[in-house]
C-alpha cells in the first residue's frame, strides 16, 4: 500500500484489490461466506468511476435485493461524491430490466407503461384461461400452472420452447397451450409478470441486434453479486450483454444457492469460466465477519454436503463464544427464552438493531410477534407478510393502477365491488361479455354501458358512479400530489368508511396501513414511478434505522450480517422443512443445509440455535426431534443446554403409562440432554392431544448413529 492510494483500496486484501483492479476481462470471484466478496464488488464499482473508466451510466450492476443496491449506492458515494448520482442500472435482475422493456416494450407488442402483476393477479388471470379451456382446476389448480409457467420463464423459455415432456406436467400435456395463452392475454393487459421482465428483454435481446447492440456498447463494465443464485434466464442475459466487451464480474458462493426452488442453478458457477475462456478466478479466504467458533459450527455444518466446489476460510479474530444450542419446551418458551436474551443483551448496552431472529418459515414468526408485543420489545417482521402484500394495501393499489392505466382490467375486478356497491357477479360478467364482443377494456365496456338497459337500474346507477368516480380521480392526477389523490380517492370510494364502520381488531390496523401507504407515495415524484417501486419491492427490504429486533426469514437474510443471531426451530420437519424430508434424495436436504449455513455465518459475534420439543404447526401440536443439523455442528465450537428439566418427571410419567412408540424401531446413540430427552421423550406426552407416531430408523450419514426421525404423525 501506497501513501497515494484511494480510499476504496484502503484495508482491502490483496485477492481482494486484484478483484477490484481487474477491471478488463472476465472475472469470477468464488468465495465463502463473510470474506469481503460485497466489499470487493463495491471498491470495483467506486474504482471503475473514480477512475473514469467508465460513467455511472455504463456500468451495469446487479444485487439480490433493493436494499443491497441502495447501500452499494451509499457506499460507493461515500467514495466519488455525487458521480454516483446516475447510476441507473445498479439494481436487481427485476428492476434493471424492468427499466430496459420501459424502452422496448413495443418490441414485443407491449405499451411502455405496462403493469407489473402480482401473484394474485397471475393466478386470477390462470383460472379463468383454466376454466375457458374446460379444465378441471379442483385437479388441475392455477397455483400448480402458475409454477410451471414460472419455471420455464426462469429458463428463458418461451411457450414455443416448451418441450413435450416439460408440457406434460400439467393438464396432461395442456400446459404449454395454457402458457401461450396467458400470454396473449397478458399482452391484450398491457402486462407482464416478473418472469416476463427477464424473458421479454431476452427475447428483444436475442431478436435485435440493434438493440442488442446498444447495450453491449453501453454496457463497459458489468458486475453480479449473490451470482450462485442467477437462473438460466438471468445467466442467459448477462451473457448476451457481456459477450463484446467481456468485462464481466460475478462473485458468489456455491455453498449459498439457496433459490433453487426459483430456478437458481449452481452450474452457472461452472459455466462461467466455459462461456468466457480465460476468466479469471479469485478466492477469498480471510473471513472479517464471524468469530472463528462460528466460522468453525459452519463450516462443520456445510462439510456434509456433498460436491462442493471447497474452499479455505480462516479469521484472525478472537475465539469467542461458542454457538449455544438451546432446547425448550415448546414454541411460546422457545420466543420467552429469545426475549429475555435479547433484553439481558440490551441491559448489558447491546444494541438489539443489530440482533436477528432468523427462521426457516414464515409461520414461526407469529410466536415472536405475540411475545415481543407482550413484553414491549420493538421488533421488525421483514418479508413474508410483506406489506404490499396485504388486502387493504393491495386493493387501493388497485384503484391507483386504474387510475394511472384505466385498461388494467385486473385492477378493475378486483374493486369493482370493494366496497360492496351493488355489482356483483351478474353485473360484472355483463361488462365481460361486452368488453369482449367490443374488445375494450372493462372500464371503457363499463362506461358504453351507461347507455343501454342491460343492467338493473340500481346496478347502472352504481356503476355510473363507479366509472365518473375515476373520471374525476384521473383529471386530478395533474393537480393533487398523489399521497393527496390516494386519500381522496380512498375516502370517496367509500373504502375508508368501510373500514371504519368494521369495529374488528384488525380494521385499525387496516387503517394505518393505508396512512403508511399514502405516506410512502409522497416519497416518489410521480405516481407511475410509485407504482413501479411497489412492483419491484419483491423483497421487502429491511431498513434499520430504528432499534428493533428484526424477524424475517433466513432466505431474506441472504448478503446481510448481525452481531447477535438466534436461530429458532431447528427441528426435523420444520428445518429441515417437511417438504425437503418428504422430497426424499439429497438434493432437497442439501440445499436445506446450504440455508442453515447462511443463517450460522449471518452471525457476527454470537449465535445462538433453538429446537423446542413440542411444536404448533398449522394448528396441531407435534412433537419434534431436534433437526439434523444440531447434530452435525462439531462438539468443540458449540455449547448445550437445555431448560426441560422441570418438566421430566411429569415426562416420565406419562412415558411409563404408554406402549412405547418405538419399540420395534433401533433405539441410536445420542446426546446431549436436550437431544437425548427429545429422541426418547419427544413422542410420549403431548401439551393438547394424544399423538400416535409412526417413526423410523434413518442413518443420518454419521457412521455408527441411527437416529429416529419422524415418519408420519397420526393424530387422534
Ligand atoms: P456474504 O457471502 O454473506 O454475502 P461477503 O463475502 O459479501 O459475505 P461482505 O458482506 O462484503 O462479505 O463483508 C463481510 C464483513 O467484512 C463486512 O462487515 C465488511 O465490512 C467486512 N470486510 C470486508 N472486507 C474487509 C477487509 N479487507 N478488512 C476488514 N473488513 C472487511
Ligand atoms: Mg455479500
Redesign the pocket.
Known amino acids: 500500500a501506497t501513501a497515494h492510494e484511494p480510499a476504496y483500496l484502503r ?3 490483496e485477492p ?1 484489490r486484484d478483484a477490484v483492479l481487474t477491471s478488463e476481462g472476465p472475472v469470477l470471484v468464488l ?10 464488488l463495491t471498491a470495483r464499482l467506486a474504482h471503475l468511476i473514480a477512475t473514469r473508466r467508465a460513467w455511472p451510466s455504463e456500468i451495469l450492476a446487479v444485487t439480490f435485493t433493493n436494499k443491497a443496491a441502495r447501500e452499494m449506492k451509499e457506499r460507493v458515494g461515500r467514495i466519488v461524491g455525487d458521480a454516483v448520482e446516475g447510476m441507473p442500472w445498479l439494481g436487481t435482475f427485476h428492476s434493471v430490466a424492468a427499466k430496459m422493456l420501459r424502452r422496448h416494450a413495443e418490441l414485443v407488442g407491449l405499451q411502455a407503461n405496462f403493469t407489473i402483476l402480482d401473484t394474485d393477479d397471475q393466478i386470477r388471470l390462470l383460472k379463468q384461461l383454466i376454466a375457458a379451456a374446460d379444465i378441471d382446476e379442483k385437479r388441475w389448480p392455477a397455483r400448480l400452472l402458475a409454477g410451471c409457467i414460472d419455471r420455464w420463464k426462469n429458463r428463458g423459455w418461451i411457450p414455443a420452447q416448451v418441450d413435450a415432456g416439460e408440457s406434460e406436467t400439467y393438464a396432461n400435456g395442456k400446459g404449454a397451450e395454457l402458457y401461450a395463452r396467458y400470454q396473449e392475454r397478458l399482452r391484450t393487459l398491457n402486462a407482464c409478470d416478473f418472469g416476463d421482465l427477464l424473458l421479454h428483454m431476452l427475447t428483444i435481446l436475442k431478436t435485435n441486434r440493434e438493440v442488442l447492440e446498444l447495450y453491449q456498447q453501453r454496457f463497459k463494465y458489468i458486475m453480479v453479486d ?1 451470482y450462485q443464485d442467477t437462473n438460466q434466464s438471468q445467466y442467459l442475459w448477462l451473457r448476451l450483454l457481456a459477450q463484446e466487451r467481456k468485462n464481466i464480474c460475478c462473485v458468489g ?1 456455491d455453498d ?1 444457492s439457496i433459490y433453487s426452488w426459483r430456478g437458481a442453478e449452481i452450474a452457472n458457477i461452472l459455466r462461467f469460466e466455459k462461456d468466457f475462456p480465460g476468466a479469471k478466478i479469485i478466492r ?1 479466504e480471510q473471513n ?2 464471524s468469530t472463528p467458533n462460528i466460522l468453525a459450527a459452519a463450516s462443520g455444518l456445510i462439510a456434509n454436503n456433498g460436491g462442493r466446489l471447497g474452499k479455505t476460510l480462516w479469521t484472525e479474530h478472537d475465539d469467542g463464544e461458542k454457538v449455544q444450542v438451546v432446547g425448550v419446551w415448546d414454541g411460546p418458551e422457545e420466543a420467552r427464552r429469545i426475549g429475555e436474551e435479547i433484553e439481558a443483551l440490551q441491559r448489558r448496552g447491546g444494541h438489539i438493531a443489530d440482533t436477528a431472529i432468523l427462521v426457516r418459515a414464515q409461520f414461526q414468526t407469529r410466536e415472536f410477534e405475540d411475545r415481543f408485543i407482550a413484553i414491549g420489545l420493538p421488533y421488525r417482521i421483514v418479508g413474508g407478510f410483506r406489506f404490499y402484500e396485504r388486502q387493504e394495501i393491495r386493493d387501493a393499489l388497485a384503484y391507483l393502477r386504474i387510475i394511472a392505466q384505466p385498461a388494467d382490467d385486473l385492477a378493475f375486478e378486483r374493486i369493482v365491488n370493494t366496497p360492496k356497491r351493488g355489482l356483483g357477479d351478474k353485473a360484472v360478467q355483463k361488462i365481460h361479455s361486452v368488453a369482449r364482443a367490443t374488445g375494450q377494456p372493462l372500464l371503457a365496456a363499463a362506461a358504453q354501458m351507461l347507455d343501454t338497459d342491460e343492467l338493473t337500474p340500481q346496478a347502472r346507477r352504481a356503476l355510473g358512479n363507479f366509472v365518473g368516480d375515476f373520471a374525476r380521480w384521473r383529471g386530478k392526477l395533474n393537480e393533487l400530489p398523489h399521497g393527496e389523490l390516494a386519500r381522496l380517492v380512498l375516502d370517496e370510494s367509500g373504502y375508508t368508511a368501510m373500514l371504519q364502520a368494521d369495529r374488528s381488531a384488525e380494521s385499525a390496523g387496516r387503517l394505518e396501513n393505508l396512512a403508511e401507504l399514502t405516506r410512502a407515495m409522497e416519497e416518489y415524484e410521480t405516481l407511475g414511478a410509485f407504482l413501479e417501486h411497489v412492483s419491484l419491492v419483491m423483497e421487502n427490504d429491511a431498513e434499520r434505522d430504528t432499534e428493533k429486533v428484526t424477524i424475517m426469514t433466513i432466505h431474506a437474510a441472504k ?1 446481510l ?1 448481525f452481531g447477535t443471531v438466534f436461530l429458532a426451530g431447528w427441528e426435523e420437519g420444520v428445518f429441515p422443512s417437511q417438504r425437503s424430508l418428504d422430497e426424499g434424495g439429497n438434493s432437497a436436504l442439501e440445499e436445506e443445509r446450504r440455508l442453515a449455513y447462511v443463517a450460522i ?1 449471518r452471525a457476527r459475534h454470537k449465535c445462538f440455535i433453538f429446537h423446542a420439543a413440542n411444536r404448533r404447526i398449522y394448528g396441531q401440536w407435534t412433537s419434534s426431534i431436534p433437526s439434523r443439523f444440531v447434530a452435525e455442528l462439531p462438539d468443540a465450537h458449540i455449547e448445550q443446554e437445555s431448560s426441560m428439566s422441570g418438566g421430566e418427571s411429569l415426562w416420565r410419567a406419562n412415558w411409563s403409562e404408554r406402549a412405547d412408540p418405538f419399540a420395534d424401531v433401533a433405539r441410536g446413540t445420542t446426546r446431549g440432554p436436550g437431544w437425548r430427552r427429545a429422541v426418547t421423550g419427544g413422542f410420549e406426552r403431548n401439551p393438547t392431544r394424544i399423538v400416535e407416531v409412526k417413526a423410523s430408523a434413518v442413518s443420518l450419514g454419521n457412521p455408527g448413529r441411527t437416529d429416529i426421525s419422524l415418519g408420519q404423525r397420526v393424530f387422534h
Open positions: 484495508g482491502l486484501n481482494q468465495a465463502g461466506a463473510g470474506t469481503g466478496k460485497t466489499a470487493a449473490e458462493d449459498q477469498l472479517y465477519r448478503g450480517e455465518t
